[in-house]
């Protein structure tokens, strides 16, 4: 992926500048921001007062929800930060490698409410808001950190020849 005259690494620290200097992380950083002030309004306001009146098994639904929701919002969030400070020359481009500073907990971010019909409007929107953003997020890193010679593509055709030979035993 890299353009053949810069070396990976540099080719990786000018798109990760480029990212935090640009349009697109400022409408994603303030998006996020908001999106973490409007959630801690809500559970400690009026989704507090609403989940109050859920049954046994739809508050259990709303506090692995909100959990789930929070952390997906503080993994943005950290990512976000991690980006800023590249964009303000706190953290080198090449700092923002780290594993430690890539976008995490995706197990737990993944959507997991099937008892929808039973959770607050205002935690579904929260939700939903908060998946979409993650997935963003998860795509900017993922093209930002993962270099596509760190990812081996396989032959199309050899697969199937592979395929073949498994089920026809040779």
Known sequence: MSDGNLPAAAWRADV???FA????FDRTFQEGMDLVEETAGYLDGSGRQESKLLSRNA???YAAESMRLTTRLMQVASWLL???AVRE???PPEGACDERYRLGAE???RPGHDTAEDLPSG???LLDRSERLYERVRHLDRRMYIEDTDVETPNPVQSQFDRLRTAFGG
């Open 59 to 61: 508050a259990l639904a």
């Open 82 to 84: 991690v980006q800023r």
């Open 21 to 24: 200097r640009s349009e697109l």
């Open 89 to 91: 020359g706190d953290m």
């Open 16 to 18: 990760i500048q480029d």
């Open 107 to 109: 197990d737990v971010c």
């Open 123 to 125: 935690l579904l929107l």
